[in-house]
């Protein structure tokens, strides 16, 4: 009697996976079926042996890639590969206690209010808050103008060079509003684009900006951690895109390095990387100002505490290579602001870095960082710069690579 075996339908629904999974398992080597003399695909009793050692596998995490090299004996050091498994996990589960223990600040700054009064307790609770998001900046309307303001300033400077040809997928990671995602789309006219965050309120707002737009069609938005890609299937499956672009989101992550390991595989073969990050540390100016380089540090300072690092353009190519792209490149972006160039001191000296500082004045000043009148003068001091004697620079750093 020959041993049971069962469709791809039979076993998707045994196994509460979908057909599509199946079928991109197979495609990947993870499990794959055996032909009947007839020809007909099925599983049989080792393959579904198979089939629940790599599910076993997949519920840690491990890559889809990795699983199919394990379970086909064709990784040569597979403690090591679990091991390096196993520090990720690790890695995640330190920052998840971080996330907790600020939560609990939070609460119990409301529990326990201090003697000052409730405004203390208001203060405290947005600090910690703040910290907990990893957003040092906030969501709120002007930190969204903010946003707009800076991705029309900087156009040119970040993305002459910025284009992907007619037919090509592409990954936006950390759209948010969508300041780039319009830009993107506007230099790649031909491309399908895929843009992904992981706050509903900000894709709402990347929708309306790019509604009623020539671009509105070849851009899909997906809500969406980008510590949790790839997805099993969907628009978001391993091996689906042939670029990925990321623009302001490395500087707001605790493990960079990991999400451009997972980045990896989103891509295709010969599949490309674009990274623009912005180094906070490149900020000079004239006159210069203490109490605006302290300013500067109380920004630094926060999204270190949020496990994020404004200062993040520097090391940048180290970072890519040692998540093992190749063929990298990157360059200096700098902005060089003076009265001969006042589109730039409204658009980026005033209305974009200068409002970014004064937008943590509160859970700068809630952190004990600062005092309301040194960090008031910092920013007084910061659009000093502005007038006709004054000066800015600050550097971006864009960087290419392949997979």
């Known amino acids: ?126 600090a910690s808050m ?62 399908h684009i895929t843009s992904v965050d992981v706050s509903a309120a900000a894709l709402e707002q990347a929708r309306r900006r790019l509604a009623g737009t020539d671009h509105e069609a070849t851009v899909e938005f997906v809500q969406a951690d980008v510590t949790r890609l790839p997805h099993d299937d969907g628009p978001l499956e391993e091996n689906g895109f042939d670029h990925v672009f990321v623009c302001f989101l490395l500087e707001h992550l605790t493990d960079p390095l ?17 990274v623009i990050e912005g180094d906070h540390g490149s900020a000079y100016f004239h006159p210069d100002s203490s109490a605006a380089r302290d300013a500067i540090a109380c920004q630094i300072a926060l999204q270190q505490r949020a496990g994020g690092d ?15 792209y190749t063929d990298i490149a990157v360059a200096p972006r700098t902005v060089y602001v003076d009265a001969d160039h006042p589109d730039l001191v409204e658009g980026f000296t005033r209305r974009t870095f200068t409002a970014m500082i004064a937008g943590v004045r509160e859970p700068a000043i809630a952190a004990g960082l600062t005092t309301p009148a040194h960090f008031d003068a910092g920013i007084a001091d910061l659009l000093r710069t502005t007038e006709t004697d004054g000066t800015f620079h600050y550097t971006f750093f864009k960087a290419t690579a392949h997979l």
């Open 258 to 274: 990991e999400v451009l390991i997972r980045l990896r595989r989103m891509l295709r073969p010969a599949g490309t990387l674009t």
């Open 310 to 324: 404004a200062l993040i353009g520097r090391r940048l190519r180290p970072l890519i290579a040692e998540a093992g």
């Open 1 to 126: 009697m020959e041993p049971r075996s069962w469709s791809v339908g039979e076993l998707a629904a045994a196994a509460g996976l979908s057909v599509r999974v199946l079928r991109h398992w197979d495609a990947l080597g993870v499990v794959s079926p055996v032909r009947t003399p007839s020809g007909h695909r099925r599983y049989g009793p080792a393959e579904v042996t198979r089939l629940y050692q790599a599910l076993a596998l997949r519920r840690t995490g491990l890559p889809l890639d990795r699983i199919a090299d394990l379970l086909s004996a064709r990784d040569a050091t597979p403690a090591a590969t679990l091991r390096a498994h196993l520090d990720r996990i690790e890695r995640d589960l330190a920052r998840t206690q971080r996330m907790r223990d600020r939560l609990a600040e939070a609460l119990d700054a409301i529990d326990n209010p201090p003697v000052s009064g409730e405004e203390d307790v208001l203060m405290k609770v947005i």
């Open 130 to 191: 703040t910290m907990f998001e990893g957003y040092v900046h906030g969501h709120r309307p002007i930190e969204h103008t903010r946003l707009a303001d800076q991705a029309d300033t900087l156009t040119r400077l970040l993305h002459a060079d910025t284009g992907y040809p007619a037919g090509a997928r592409v990954l936006e990671v950390g759209c948010g509003v969508g300041a780039q995602t319009a830009t993107l789309a506007r230099l790649s006219p031909g491309a």
